[in-house]
């Protein structure tokens, strides 16, 4: 029944391997970028109250940036996901649940320099299970730099470095220019979350969890 909830967690809280801070951000006053994406070949080990290494399950993700000025730009995140539904047993009974997970960060991004951005947010990570499972959630401050570097007109190499308590983010990827007004952006992502609550009344289950998220992101930026 451990494995069983360490995969249903793990395989949910993959959806936040997104990039914080995107390589074609506009801090223009008033410029607005949209991008929309997945993560593919996601894998989660899970290490404290349950352990285990799973293949993850792709989940939907949006990032709304806003320019305030030539140097600053506030940004919105959001993943959501929803697991299938599995049956464990506990006690000889089966018992079916699901898991559910709504991730949000806030950030504000700060241009440095053409080819240097800094960013200082906070993120709310909310998880919820069916009634056998007590939901968790995780909030921490971050702050990070992303560097860029010109492969040629269209291409730009990028790298994301997040820390905060608890919380960190190791990205490297290439943002490829399809237009004036769309980036394709694709990257390998390593996040970890460290003292997660994994609660099961049921089977007595009260400890804390560390994940280890890895997994390529894909993601379609539109300058609205």
């Not at 996601?42 to 939907?60: E, H, L, M, Q, R």
Request: net charge positive.
């Amino acid at each position: 029944m451990r494995k069983l909830i360490a995969v249903m967690t793990m395989g949910l809280m993959m959806t936040a391997t997104t990039s914080f801070a995107s390589p074609t951000a506009n801090f223009e006053k008033g410029a607005v970028n949209l991008e929309i994406g997945s993560t593919l070949n996601s894998k989660v080990n899970g290490k404290g109250t349950a352990a285990a290494d799973v293949d993850g399950k792709s989940g939907f993700k949006a990032v709304l940036t806003t320019g305030l000025s030539d140097h600053f730009a506030l940004q919105y995140k959001q993943g959501m996901f929803t697991s299938e539904d599995s049956t464990m047993t506990s006690g000889g009974l089966p018992l079916t649940t699901y898991a559910e997970a709504n991730l949000r960060d806030l950030n504000l991004l700060y241009k440095v320099n053409p080819n240097l951005t800094f960013l200082v947010g906070y993120e709310d990570d909310k998880i919820s299970f069916g009634k056998y499972v007590t939901s968790a959630s995780h909030s921490a401050l971050h702050f990070g730099l992303t560097g860029t570097h010109k492969l040629n007109d269209k291409s730009t190499l990028f790298a994301t470095v997040v820390q905060g308590k608890n919380v960190s983010l190791r990205e490297i990827g290439v943002s490829y220019q399809m237009s004036q007004s769309t980036a394709f952006n694709v990257s390998y992502a390593d996040r970890r979350i460290k003292n997660m609550d994994l609660k099961v009344p049921l089977a007595g289950i009260n400890g804390k969890e560390d994940y280890k998220m890895t997994g390529i992101t894909c993601l379609f930026d539109f300058k609205l």
